[in-house]
């Protein structure tokens, strides 16, 4: 439970460098972890030892290890430490490209552009990739050291990459290798075709039957092209040739069962290598899972059970968790039947992961859906339904190292494997037991996940962010956005609504004092109309007036946008 | 042989094209007796059955007895082997307000505004619209058509379906219309988010609370003022005045409500109010709390009974039963389609909640004479006795089961012609001539 | 705050942990209950009961074994083998399973309503194994349904014929084996509407929509020939796959039955052309409220009709209707079944079927083939079910009166000899998928337009027109 005095204030300073967002830190990536209680693979027993570690490389594994020169000591008595958790599938530091729209409309809705459709197989992930992006931090703290990362988009967003979670300047540095799966969904488009799941699974025969053609094609023209036409050429048709032809993988989107009856049916005619990615509730669908062999990423995020939603503060509370708090007291036959099933439901989801590993079916997880901060309860939750502990570790080091090609280098604590490091204060999935540190590569990095609560803004505080409101006008509600931002000691700040482009209308005269703000934006409509606003700020709400001249005074109120609402 | 019935086809045939030339929605008139109905097996429904004689006369039920004497001019029909029932009465329905109901500019029951309580469904009713015929030669005589949408929609009115105008029609009752606001989620393509919808819910709720709180002001300030024989309100204010006579309780009010929560929260509100003369409409989660409902003493009716159950966990029948419970529970029960066109199935409606548990006399009742009670007209209406309005129909079984043929049908004492576009069609159409060739 | 706030709290607590205990217990019974229900199919014996066998008359206190989820002997003083699930049917009549031609439960989705052709989607993609829909309609008596695509586009979506084995949740299970193909087309309004009023595309008038029709099946046989020199080697370069025209050749070719929405007389007329030049032969009419109108070019071509009982007036092309269609074209020769579109109106089928008494005077057999042996012709599978033969499918409705009496209350369903549906003994709830995220105290839902041939057009309607 001790960590010695230089670990902190290597740790704070390490903190302060990161805060200014400077790559290099530290003074040395060179340690000799001393005294730990190191639990080498899943099923190993924790052995006191020590490991020492050079240029990020575990250099050895033992008791009573010489700190070599140039080497910091970290007493680390009482401490356990695992590998580097490793996320099958995630959008760890991935941003969603942004909406164009400016682009132009296609002729009809069935006549829309492949990127249109949302089918952008050849994407990489890389080219979504942002390294100074916050879930970096979030899923680090969480154990997390190398990811699977997917691109953001429709039917088909595109091919992974493994990236490591340490810090780096730019998308590219953090990539290990890149894995190059396909993330396959049944994600239709609202506007133009495959609007709805039965036009995405024919576009998907479409897709799988011309990519076969395409191949065929190209190597018929290869042979003899004499006489012939060049087969037409499509960026994304050809970049689903190594899929058609079972190369490499197509990771699917399968939440519910039925997802994964629909994505299996699909392999069954179009052949690819299926894993099923984001599985929530298997339920019945186990048997094929288990008969065809479908490896699983299980998300985890698991449906928020009943007491959890009263353990906020009274003020923390939405309107809509206070109402589920008084329906919770109400009870009546028909209401404590639902509540029974509803939590006999909550309970088939938490214990997926405990069925698979019965099974014997081969799964790691997926972070597509997961809060970083809700991982470590999560993932103590299937553990608490059956999960073992050390198919729960599996899953979350040796399996997914196994399934991305790392096994040599990630999964473990052995020499010569990379240095990624988890360090806790008690055995792993025991109650209360935090993750101090997280090592990457060598690097140290700050395992607490702060307890503090969400910047208070208004009251003296900072209102800098993304606030949204609702007004009602006139019979009809609008709802837009407000975006502050710092400009030395005052703020500017724009309103984004559907009646302003996408940045926005700027807000003008803007003065923030005593947690009350005023300012006035224009609005053109039939001429340019002068829109006033007088809010009050309180917490992270708000509630004011909008005044139009010649129309009158209008209620408007709003919230806080959480910070964590980018990914 | 063949010429005569050659003619007899062409005949036919020009006088369906007439009828169809000038769009008249029946052929033949109807005509006003004095009817003798002789031997028949009167359903009396208030006072059982007997086999006898029924005389039609000036619009009322003359007579009601065995071996009448028939009167001067009266015309005889012999019911041997038939039976006699009063006309069913539908308790909710949007009929003769609406010809097409997918085009906006053919439908006169939803003025624009949350509240329009001045609005007279009543005004709108077409005599000529074609479900009109279509729906009373199934033995429904009589029905409430609303106004819907909004919050205060307007006044719905008890109208007979035979008349060429709405005077005629208007079978004395109207009620205010109350849609009471609900929280519950419409359909799978509910677009509101369930934040915008609990706002929209409490702001309706608002609305309400406020709009009542003027109407009772001003039947304060305008009872005062009349008491001095003097004019309240210098303005023109249609949609208080008609709502003061709700607070004031001379006219009723028909409460829309069918989820168990919003029943409840329309029961309280109703509590503070009680001056309100309320009758409640729809009602299809009832069953949840028949037994409140039965204690608030308010009629309710019910319907329509073919519909869907409002949750996925409720018991598949519970639309059927619905009724049932809540007549067993105590509470004084009238039944409704909420049909346009389809109207004419209130029968089936009704033989639904029979068969589930209802059983046929207490579900004719709630056709007949439990409308004509909640509506205050006991006295004219739902029932086969001396004195009464003579809406009635002859029929040769069991009036709800679809193989039973409603043979005669009478409105205010008239014999109505017993055809509707449906029936016109079918003798053009059965045996088309030319046919393919 | 009231002191006894927090004793009384405890002892609810308390209460309602035993409440949920029992429930609990409720439920893994009722598991087992589900684990017995998913056999595929199963052994049961009816002994006298009233058969209605649709075919061959009616049985009087008669006997029937159903074996291995077939109709094995029909008769009179059938033994009952050892160990098969006997009723008593005494005072009970046994009609066949009823089938409805058109309806939109038991899928996730209904339109893909991008194009005014889309023969390349299929609902059978999208099989919702959880559909309460399905469960209630197996209250109602029916035992397959025709899960349609919906009728926003000229030609929509391939369409999948259902047996309703509630309680499996593999969605292959709900298809029927053998079923042969369906494809949905439609004319008029819908079509109309959505792509001519919403996008400002071909067709905004019955004439466009024949021309689409044209072009369509044009187009596909241009297709079939670029294919056929492809394979027969004259061209050396595979074309492109197209699964739209691919499905459009195998109408032409006759491997889909075509299922058209319609209700005018002139556009009923104007697709009898089409196909004719086409040589399409397969051809069974929806709703078809004018159908009545057209009976005698119908009964001519062969052609079929699936009608509503008496559904009218909802739209201007259904003005001119009368209830008395079904009672026509059945009198004209026209092979009709009466059909749902709709969940609620699925769920009492016999009803409607028994209106034709009324409207009409059909015969109790005439009324119970739209249903029945009629419906399963137009989808092709009346070699299987549809009545009440030896060898056919053990899908049976059970009840307490005559179907076509307005007090007729299902009392059991059974389909490949499994009871799917049992009024005595089914709990309340009976769903299968609960939401772990649902909110309890908004679980009702005001029913609109669900499971309706227009169902996901609301969504383009929304953003196309300003209703």
Request: aromatic share 8%; hydrophobic share 40%.
């Amino acid at each position: 439970m001790r960590i010695c005095i230089l670990l902190s204030v290597l740790l704070f300073m390490g903190h302060a460098t990161f805060c200014q967002n400077t790559y290099k830190m530290g003074i040395t990536d060179n340690y000799l972890i001393k005294n730990a209680l190191v639990v080498s693979k899943p099923g190993a027993a924790p052995v006191k030892q020590d490991i020492l570690i050079e240029d990020g490389i575990i250099k050895s594994v033992g008791p009573n290890q010489k700190l070599p020169l140039n080497t910091l000591d970290l007493s680390c008595d009482s401490m356990y430490i695992y590998a580097g958790f490793i996320a099958g599938a995630s959008y760890i530091g991935i941003k969603a490209p942004e909406e164009k729209k400016d682009a132009p409309k296609p002729p009809s809705r069935d006549e829309a552009t492949y990127e249109q459709s949302g089918i952008t197989p050849q994407v990489s992930a890389l080219s979504q990739l942002n390294a100074s992006d916050k879930s970096i931090e979030d899923f680090r703290k969480a154990g997390f050291t190398v990811a699977q990362v997917f691109p953001k988009g429709g039917m088909i967003p595109g091919q992974s990459s493994i990236i490591s979670l340490k810090m780096a300047k730019d998308g590219d540095e953090l990539v290990i290798a890149d894995a190059k799966n396909l993330l396959s969904t049944f994600t239709s488009s609202r506007l133009v075709a495959p609007s709805t799941q039965i036009g995405v699974m024919a576009r998907y025969r479409n897709l799988y039957k011309n990519a076969e053609l395409a191949d065929k094609n190209a190597m018929a023209y290869k042979t003899n092209p004499v006489g012939l036409k060049a087969p037409s050429f499509s960026e994304e048709i050809a970049a689903l040739i190594p899929f058609q032809k079972k190369e490499r993988n197509v990771y699917f989107l399968a939440p519910k069962a039925k997802d994964i009856y629909r994505a299996s049916a699909l392999q069954k005619e179009l052949g690819y290598n299926l894993y099923l990615v984001d599985v929530k509730h298997i339920g019945d669908a186990m048997d094929l899972v288990k008969s065809a062999k479908l490896p699983v990423l299980l998300s985890i995020d698991l449906p928020e059970k009943e007491e959890e939603k009263g353990g906020k503060s009274e003020k923390g509370k939405k309107p809509d968790e206070k109402a589920a708090e008084k329906e919770t007291k109400e009870s009546s036959p028909e209401l404590d039947s639902l509540k029974a099933k509803k939590n006999a439901a909550i309970k088939a989801y938490e214990e997926e992961a405990g069925k698979l590993e019965k099974a014997g079916i081969s799964f790691t997880f997926s972070l597509l859906d997961a809060k970083a901060t809700d991982i470590s309860k999560t993932l103590m939750r299937m553990v608490d339904a059956g999960l073992s502990k050390d198919a729960a570790l599996a899953a979350l080091t040796t399996t997914p190292a196994s399934w991305l090609g790392l096994s040599k280098t990630h999964g473990t604590i052995e020499q010569g494997k990379v240095a990624n490091l988890v360090i806790m204060d008690k055995p792993i999935f025991e109650k209360e037991g935090k993750i101090k540190m997280v090592m990457i590569e060598g690097r140290l990095f700050d395992g607490l996940v702060a307890d503090k609560a969400p910047a208070e803004a208004g009251k003296g505080g900072s209102i800098e962010g993304s606030w949204t409101y609702v007004t009602v006008v006139q019979g009809g509600e609008e709802i837009g956005t407000f975006k502050f931002t710092k400009d030395g000691s005052s703020y500017k700040g724009v309103v984004i609504s559907d009646r302003t482009s996408s940045a926005g209308s700027e807000i003008k005269d803007l003065v923030f004092k005593d947690n009350k703000l005023s300012g006035y934006t224009t609005v053109d409509a039939d001429g340019t109309i002068k829109v006033d606003f007088n809010l009050t700020f309180d917490g992270s709400k708000f509630t004011g007036k909008v005044s139009v001249p010649g129309m009158g005074s209008f209620d408007i109120s709003g919230s806080k946008k959480p910070d964590n609402n980018e990914f | 042989m063949m010429k005569t019935k050659n003619t007899i086809y062409i005949v036919a045939a020009i006088f369906l094209a007439l009828g169809s030339a000038l769009h008249a929605q029946v052929v033949g008139k109807a005509s006003s007796g004095p009817f003798l109905l002789k031997n028949a097996e009167i359903h009396t429904i208030t006072k059982g059955t007997i086999t006898g004689d029924l005389l039609v006369a000036d619009g009322k039920i003359a007579a009601v007895g065995t071996n009448l004497s028939t009167p001067a001019g009266a015309q005889t029909i012999d019911c041997t082997g038939k039976k006699l029932y009063p006309g069913m009465i539908d308790g909710g329905t949007f009929l003769g307000t609406a010809e097409v109901n997918s085009i906006s500019l053919t439908i006169d029951n939803n003025e624009i505004g949350n509240l329009v309580p001045h609005m007279e469904a009543l005004t709108a009713v077409n005599p000529n619209a074609v479900a009109i015929p279509v729906t009373r030669v199934s033995g429904v005589t009589t029905v409430i058509t609303s106004p819907t949408s909004g919050l205060f929609p307007g006044k719905s009115a008890l109208i007979n379906l035979f008349g060429y105008n709405p005077e005629q029609m208007y079978a004395g009752f109207k009620a205010e219309v109350l849609i009471f606001p609900s929280n519950a989620r419409r359909g799978r393509f509910f677009r509101q988010s369930e934040e915008e919808q609990k706002k929209a819910y409490e702001k309706s709720l608002k609305d309400l609370n406020d709009i009542w709180e003027a109407a009772s002001t001003y039947y304060k300030l305008d009872s005062i003022a009349m008491a001095g024989g003097k004019k309240f309100h210098e303005d023109y204010q249609p949609e208080m005045k008609a709502l003061s006579e709700v607070v004031a309780g001379k006219m009723p009010l028909l409460v829309e409500v069918n989820r168990k929560e919003d029943i409840q929260a329309a029961l309280k509100w109703l509590k503070e109010r009680p001056n309100v003369k309320a009758i409640l409409s729809g009602v299809a989660e009832g069953f949840k709390i028949a037994d409140e409902i039965a204690k608030s003493k308010y009629p309710a009716i019910v319907g329509p009974i073919l519909a869907l159950p409002g949750r996925e966990h409720d018991a598949y029948d519970v639309s059927y039963t619905n009724a049932s419970v809540l007549h067993k529970a105590g509470v004084k029960i009238a039944l409704r389609t909420g049909e346009t066109e389809n109207v004419r199935n209130l029968p089936f409606h009704a033989g639904f909640a029979a068969a589930y548990g209802l059983g046929t006399d207490e579900a004719f009742k709630a056709v007949s004479i439990n409308p004509a009670e909640i509506f205050g007209l006991e006295k004219s209406l739902g029932s086969l006795e001396a004195g009464k309005t003579a809406n009635l129909f002859i029929c040769n079984g069991d009036p709800f089961e679809p193989s039973t043929t409603i043979e005669q049908v009478f409105i205010n004492g008239w014999k109505i012609p017993m055809n509707s576009r449906h029936t016109l069609l079918y003798d053009e159409f059965l045996e088309r001539t030319p046919g393919v060739k | 705050m009231n002191s006894s706030y927090p004793i009384q709290t405890k002892i609810d607590i308390k209460m309602k942990n035993n409440i949920i205990i029992k429930i609990s217990v409720l439920m893994i019974i009722l598991l087992f209950a589900y684990a017995f229900v998913r056999a595929q199919s199963g052994d049961i014996f009816i002994k006298n009961a009233t058969l209605l066998t649709v075919t061959n008359g009616i049985v009087e206190q008669g006997d029937l074994l159903v074996q291995g989820g077939k109709i094995k002997s029909i008769g009179k003083g059938i033994s009952a083998p050892a160990n098969v699930k006997t009723i008593d049917g005494t005072g009970l009549y046994v009609m066949p399973g009823i089938i409805d031609a058109h309806s939109h439960i038991g899928i996730d989705v209904v339109n893909e309503a991008s194009n005014p052709v889309t023969a390349e989607v299929y609902v059978g993609d999208v099989i919702d194994p959880y559909a309460i829909a399905v469960y209630r309609a197996l209250a109602g008596g029916v035992t397959i349904s025709h899960a349609m695509h919906g009728s926003a586009n000229v030609i929509g979506g391939q369409c999948q014929t259902i047996k309703h084995r509630y309680g499996n949740t593999d969605p292959s299970s709900y298809k029927m084996e053998g079923a042969p193909r369906t494809i949905k087309f439609a004319l008029g309004e819908n079509p109309m509407r959505v792509h001519g009023e919403g996008q400002g595309i071909v067709p905004s008038t019955r004439m466009g929509v024949e021309q689409v029709f044209r072009k369509a099946f044009s187009d596909a046989l241009d297709y079939k020939a670029k294919w056929a020199d492809y394979k027969s080697g004259k061209t050396k370069l595979a074309p492109e796959y197209n699964l739209r025209m691919e499905t459009l050749a195998d109408i032409i070719d006759g491997k889909i039955i075509v299922h058209c929405h319609s209700y005018r007389a002139d556009e009923i007329l104007m697709l009898l052309r089409v196909l004719k030049d086409f040589g399409i032969t397969k051809i069974c009419f929806q709703h078809v409220n004018e159908g009545f109108k057209v009976a005698p070019e119908l009964a001519a071509y062969g052609a079929m009709a699936s009608v509503f009982a008496d559904w009218w007036a909802y739209k201007f092309e259904v003005y001119y209707s009368t209830a008395y269609n079904a009672a026509i074209l059945t009198k004209n020769g026209v092979v009709t079944s009466i059909n749902s579109d709709d969940a609620e109106l699925i769920r009492h089928l016999y009803h409607e079927a028994a209106k034709t008494k009324r409207y009409g005077n059909l015969t109790d057999e005439e009324a119970l083939k739209l249903i029945t042996i009629n419906p399963a012709k137009q989808l092709g599978i009346e070699s299987r079910v549809g009545s009440l033969e030896t060898g056919k499918d053990g899908d049976l409705v059970i009840f307490d009166h005559h179907p076509l009496s307005v007090y007729a209350v299902p009392q059991m369903t059974i389909v490949d000899g499994i009871v799917r549906f049992d009024r005595k003994n089914d709990p309340k709830d009976m769903r299968l998928d609960i939401d772990p995220e649902e909110k309890l105290s908004d679980t009702y839902i005001m029913h609109e337009d669900e499971d309706r041939c227009m169902q996901d057009v609301t969504e383009w309607l929304f953003n196309t027109q300003n209703k």
